[in-house]
């Protein structure tokens, strides 16, 4: 696989000469900077690449967009999206003409990745991201007060919840708050409660079939450029793969990727196999989704999750947790050879590894939640050890 890695840019406290020594060679990002919507030039996609390119001692490259983004109006299906389409066609075409052809993005509405605690102290003084189902519940019945919200939780979670919030000072609300709004990258986009109410009321009536119909809509609009410029798209599961706030999430088990393949059979129409989102499910098996939907996996971030019986999840150490990696791998490596066997000269596999423990000195670094250097530094290494290793006894190629 191309062992890769995320930089967010010139303004990440992880600079890119971390990323080769830990080993990687791939850089996935993303511009940032651009707002939701416009297009992102030619010239802009270039200074990017030059900086990433700049020492070619260190040969690393811009393999990934991780994401192009999808305003929001196109998952709300607001008003006359012509201009947002022709805007992202355009913005496919300059990153085509710069080499770039493996897209990232998500169609979840309103939030990205969502977890309550941030910084969930390990032993030893590591810290770890973490969902606990409780404060996910006070935050949804007690701070966002979104009808129904109880009712959903149930009695047990919401009984926690209320001893919880009625207890917290307003500070830990509001780091729960910003916790949960965490995900979102850039600098666009966050919501404190009042905004958030106002896209949930956007979101209204909208049930996981019409927002499906929305993302088919998306994909026939991109999909057919993708094929003529040769570049694959590779959605990113929801994070955790259920309804958060009431919304609808439509890329969260094996049943919503086969929807999806069925409405726009291009391979061009793929996947990123984030072992970590799709793992904080109980519905799935991710060796099982590895598998069948092997040839639509263009993009992979390896990472694990351990759930707990009420529906709380922590990020586990790479080869900790739910998700037998060793099966994962092997799937891939297979895939791989499947790829170099039908002669396709890029069959090797961009892969990151995704999110990080804060580990030693990453403490306090301010590297973005997930994305510190030593935590993932471990991962990487512990990722390309397995690799090595079934490559080696199953005669695969890495
Ligand atoms: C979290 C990331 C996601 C991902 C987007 C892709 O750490 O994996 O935020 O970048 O969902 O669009």
Redesign the pocket.
């Known amino acids: 696989m191309e062992q890769s890695w995320r930089w967010f840019g010139p303004d990440d406290v992880v600079p890119l000469r971390a990323i080769r020594q830990a080993g990687a060679r791939g850089v996935v990002t993303a511009l940032h900077q651009i707002p939701y919507g416009v297009v992102w030039s030619e010239e802009e996609i270039r200074k990017r690449q030059g900086l990433i390119e700049a020492d070619p001692e260190m040969g690393l490259h811009w393999n990934v967009v991780?994401?192009l983004?999808i305003h929001e109006r196109i998952k709300l299906d607001e008003g006359d999206q012509t201009e947002l389409y022709d805007n992202y066609r355009a913005s496919m075409r300059n990153l085509a003409a710069c080499g770039i052809k493996t897209i990232?993005?998500?169609f979840?509405p309103v939030v990205?990745?969502t977890r309550t605690t941030l910084y969930q102290p390990l032993p030893g003084g590591g810290r770890a991201l973490r969902f606990e189902a409780y404060q996910y519940a006070a935050f949804d019945c007690f701070m966002l007060r979104r009808p129904g919200a109880e009712e959903e939780h149930g009695a047990a979670l919401v009984a926690r919840a209320k001893k919880w919030f009625d207890a917290a000072p307003q500070s830990d609300k509001d780091t729960l708050l910003s916790s949960i709004m965490a995900?979102l990258?850039g600098a666009f986009d966050r919501y404190d409660i009042p905004a958030l109410r106002n896209m949930l009321e956007r979101y209204k009536g909208v049930t996981p079939a019409i927002l499906r119909e929305r993302l088919v809509k998306f994909l026939r609009e991109v999909i057919p450029l993708a094929d003529e410029l040769g570049m694959r798209f590779a959605i990113?599961p929801d994070?955790p793969p259920r309804s958060l706030m009431g919304l609808p999430r439509i890329v969260s088990s094996a049943e919503d990727f086969r929807y999806m393949a069925a409405a726009v059979p291009s391979l061009a129409n793929g996947i990123?196999l984030?072992t970590g989102?799709l793992g904080a499910g109980a519905q799935n098996d991710i060796p099982a989704i590895a598998g069948e939907f092997a040839e639509r996996i263009h993009f992979v971030?390896l990472r694990n999750v351990a759930k707990e019986a009420d529906g709380s999840f922590q990020e586990a150490e790479h080869l900790g947790g739910d998700t037998d990696m060793v099966k994962v791998v092997e799937t891939l490596l297979r895939e791989q050879k499947r790829r170099q066997e039908a002669g396709r000269a890029d069959w090797r596999m961009p892969m990151r590894p995704?999110?990080g423990h804060e580990l030693l000195d990453d403490i306090n670094k301010g590297s973005f939640p997930?994305y510190s250097a030593i935590g993932r530094l471990k991962g990487l290494a512990e990722i390309r050890g397995l690799m090595v290793a079934i490559s080696q006894l199953e005669k695969l190629p890495l």
């Open positions: 991780e994401s983004p990232c993005y998500n979840m990205d990745w995900g990258p990113h994070d990123t984030c989102s971030h995704d999110h997930g």
